[in-house]
């Protein structure tokens, strides 16, 4: 082969790789962006659809009991600390995301192999993605663990009353 048949094949096999880091960037953003997307609406309805039960009942026990109201209104906190946590994950999400496309938008891009390599700015963006990946996950595990707790809470404290009322409970 000749020299610039050579360097011709390199340069096509470079522009190849180069088209697919700039795909495989794009479809990772469209799974990433779905994916979060159903995690994070997931701990808003659980949080949010709990918080409106524990509103509900708490409502209708203010006649009957005022300890078990106030049992409510104390797990009730939970759920929308958990709702708070929700939303820093949405937020974490999304700057998690970014500093991934960042990253792979900033690499210095060669003509031979290795075709991509890391620069200052690539390497900032892939610790930011990765900074902000680690406290979405953190936020997503604390949101559903209020979620837990809350749920708990309130069942124990309602089984109290219950059985200091003589309600028989299995």
């Known amino acids: 082969m000749e020299e610039e048949e050579v360097k011709r094949l390199k340069l096509e096999l470079a522009k190849s790789n180069h088209e ?7 479809e990772k953003a469209a799974t990433v962006d779905e994916k979060s997307s ?3 609406k997931s701990v808003f309805l ?4 709990a918080s409106a039960a524990v509103l509900a009942f708490a409502s209708a026990s203010l006649t009957s009991s005022s300890k078990l109201a106030h049992t409510s209104f104390e797990s009730l906190l939970y759920f929308s600390v958990g709702l708070v946590f929700a939303v820093l994950c949405a937020s974490f999400a999304y700057l998690t995301e970014y500093g991934y496309m960042c990253n792979g938008h900033f690499k210095e891009r060669k003509w031979e192999h290795p075709f991509f390599t890391d620069n200052r ?4 963006w892939k610790w930011f993605g990765i900074l902000f990946h680690i406290l ?3 936020s997503l595990v604390i949101s559903i663990s209020l979620f837990l707790f809350g749920v708990w809470y309130i069942k124990d404290q309602a089984l109290e009353i219950l059985d200091q009322n003589g309600v028989a409970v299995k």
């Open 46 to 49: 659980l949080n949010g659809g």
């Open 20 to 26: 697919r880091l700039d795909r495989f960037i794009s």
């Open 38 to 40: 159903a995690a994070i």
């Open 121 to 124: 700015k690539s390497t900032f």
């Open 136 to 138: 979405a996950v953190l």
